[in-house]
């Protein structure tokens, strides 16, 4: 993550697998996730938690670990508007820092998800 974190900071130049160039939105905090299999609510996650808060700290990114049903979720969700997915990441981090724990779910009501179209 630190070095994707550098070379986004630096304006390097990305690349799909057909060399064709990613445009990218340079932002002051970038975005890094995270996706495992499955995230499982037992363990002790503490020295993961201090990680991640120490990679967001010392990269100045945004570091989400999260599953991959969360990550469509998330994508469902924001309907694709970049900002909304942005903003809903956001929030997603400071309720990991307040609430520290990594087993966090996305959480819409209908009601919720009407009124933000």
């Given at each position: 993550?630190?070095?994707?974190?550098?070379?986004i900071?630096?304006?390097?130049?990305?690349?799909?697998?057909?060399?064709?160039?990613?445009?990218?939105?340079?932002?002051?905090?970038?975005?890094?996730?995270?996706?495992?299999?499955?995230?499982?609510?037992?363990?002790?996650?503490?020295?993961?938690?201090?990680?991640?808060?120490?990679?967001?700290?010392?990269?100045?990114?945004?570091?989400?670990?999260?599953?991959?049903?969360e990550?469509m979720?998330?994508?469902?969700?924001?309907?694709?508007?970049?900002?909304?997915?942005?903003?809903?990441?956001?929030?997603?981090?400071?309720?990991?820092?307040?609430?520290?724990?990594?087993?966090?779910?996305?959480?819409?009501?209908?009601?919720?998800?009407?009124?933000?179209?």
């Open positions: 993550m630190a070095g994707a974190a550098r070379k900071n630096e304006e390097a130049k990305i690349y799909d697998k057909k060399l064709q160039e990613i445009k990218y939105e340079k932002r002051e905090f970038p975005h890094c996730i995270v996706l495992v299999s499955e995230l499982f609510g037992f363990g002790d996650w503490k020295k993961i938690i201090v990680e991640i808060c120490s990679a967001m700290v010392e990269n100045r990114i945004y570091l989400n670990v999260m599953d991959l049903s990550f979720q998330y994508v469902g969700h924001a309907r694709g508007s970049a900002d909304r997915f942005n903003l809903m990441l956001i929030e997603r981090v400071e309720a990991f820092v307040k609430h520290e724990t990594i087993n966090m779910k996305l959480n819409f009501t209908y009601e919720q998800d009407k009124f933000e179209t």
